[in-house]
């Protein structure tokens, strides 16, 4: 056997390739109640779309033959036609869909894609990792080794979901302080989402480094909760001193003008209430899982576009998803170009005007990627985030109040009140109406009429 690079092996007269994959599904109902579910696989280094799968629960002929009697020969008759072309391909609930559709994908990938998908980016929730080592043990045994990586994004709610169950719990109870974990001063939405914020920097800022996450975690606890009994700088030590900080203590001490305000921070007596998380959410298996920094966005840009073509709002066959999966697969691996070859084998041929409509497309949608992704547009839409969770604005309606900004504007103009109409007590008093005739210009001349 030859020497072959790490991400290559030889299987007989085959080169099979070694690729790391993102896994997630979407349903075409919101819930765990969907009748259809569809999956997609999409490659880590090139972010196109390998494989996918449709599961559904639910088919139109069957539902239309349901009243008939299934004993009855006309109805074995039908069943045994329609069987071969029968929509549903799933015995379950929804939420199975996921795992069993990834544990088809993975098992056909040798045989069907040449490839093998070594390493499985999804999110912890899950249970399709699981189902997937369990069948590719029993189908290849040890020859077939799979991995698991954490998305990143997926990870990071995980501290504010955390919380947010926490202060829940805790709902109605008080700490030793005396107080609630609720309420100003204290553990309100703005501060999780702050603190959720900074562990998704932690883990995103120290890509590779282990070390650096561990310590960049500690940091957000001691952060956000004082410690009376350290001095400010030992209580931020392990926040990032560099100038691009996230850290206020820091910031202010490089001003030199500004003096650190810290009444943003939590009482002392949540430290002890929020260790037993940190601790959890800093374990070395599951920062090691991150140290890519690898993310489900890919998957879930495949599914934006899947559900425009094929909105959630309006239920839909399997026929029906599959052909926008298939769709959905040709836009987003190849561009909008690709949909000049469907025209094409469809014995359509697309003109000079059609292909540069498509092109042109193309082209906006690339220079509508590069912007989002700038610092600029991210900033702001992590704005309007906040803006969106925020709780303290209410008046969010109010008629001819506002202008162009979002804040109503104060006119200073009260409304006119008109005055109310008098009632006369002649009642052979009428009102005097008066006829105005109207002028109809003819050829430059005026008359009466």
């Excluded at 290559?8 to 993102?22: K, N, P, Q, R």
């Excluded at 349903?27 to 109640?33: A, E, F, I, L």
Aim: glycine residues 8%; positive net charge.
């Amino acid at each position: 056997m030859s020497e072959c690079p790490d991400d290559i092996e030889e299987d007989g007269e085959d080169l099979i390739a070694h690729v790391s994959v993102t896994v997630d599904g979407t349903w075409q109902k919101r819930g765990h109640s969907s009748k259809i579910g569809v999956i997609f696989v999409i490659s880590v280094a090139t972010g196109e779309i390998l494989d996918y799968e449709v599961k559904s629960l639910f088919c139109h002929e069957c539902k239309a033959h349901n009243n008939q009697d299934h004993e009855g020969d006309e109805f074995q008759e039908w069943k045994k036609a329609h069987e071969p072309k029968c929509e549903v391909n799933h015995v379950g609930s929804s939420e199975e869909m996921k795992a069993v559709s990834a544990v088809d994908i993975f098992s056909r990938s040798i045989a069907t894609r040449k490839l093998k998908y070594t390493t499985f980016v999804g999110d912890g929730d899950s249970s399709s990792f699981g189902r997937v080592k369990e069948a590719l043990d029993k189908k290849f045994g040890a020859a077939y080794e799979i991995k698991k990586e954490e998305c990143v994004g997926h990870v990071q709610k995980w501290l504010g979901s955390g919380l947010r169950r926490y202060k829940n719990d805790m709902k109605g109870k008080k700490l030793l302080d005396g107080k609630s974990v609720g309420g100003k001063g204290r553990l309100t939405d703005k501060v999780i989402d702050k603190m959720q914020n900074y562990y998704g920097k932690a883990i995103r800022g120290n890509k590779g480094n282990l070390e650096g996450m561990r310590s960049s975690i500690k940091a957000i606890q001691h952060h956000m909760i004082k410690n009376d009994e350290l001095t400010l700088e030992q209580q931020h030590q392990y926040c990032p001193k560099s100038s691009d900080t996230w850290c206020k203590y820091w910031k202010d001490k490089a001003d030199g003008t500004k003096l650190y305000n810290e009444d943003n921070r939590l009482p002392e007596v949540f430290m002890k209430q929020l260790d037993p998380l940190f601790t959890r959410l800093s374990n070395d298996d599951l920062l090691r899982r991150c140290l890519k920094g690898m993310t489900q966005n890919q998957n879930e840009a495949a599914n934006g576009v899947l559900w425009s073509k094929c909105p959630k709002t309006k239920f839909c066959g399997a026929r029906r998803v599959r052909i926008a999966v298939c769709e959905t697969v040709a836009v987003f691996n190849t561009g909008a170009a690709s949909k000049a070859v469907i025209m094409n084998l469809c014995g359509v041929t697309p003109g000079v005007h059609t292909m540069r409509a498509l092109r042109k497309q193309d082209d906006t949608r690339l220079k509508t990627a590069a912007k989002k992704v700038s610092m600029k547009y991210r900033e702001k839409r992590q704005k309007l985030r906040a803006q969106r969770k925020s709780k303290g604005d209410k008046m969010a309606y109010q008629p001819g109040g506002f202008g162009l900004s979002a804040k109503p504007v104060d006119t200073g103009k009260k409304r006119k009140r008109t005055p109310k109409q008098t009632k006369t007590n002649d009642v052979n008093e009428q009102p005097q109406i008066t006829f105005v005739m109207p002028t109809i210009e003819v050829i430059g001349k005026k008359r009466r009429t």
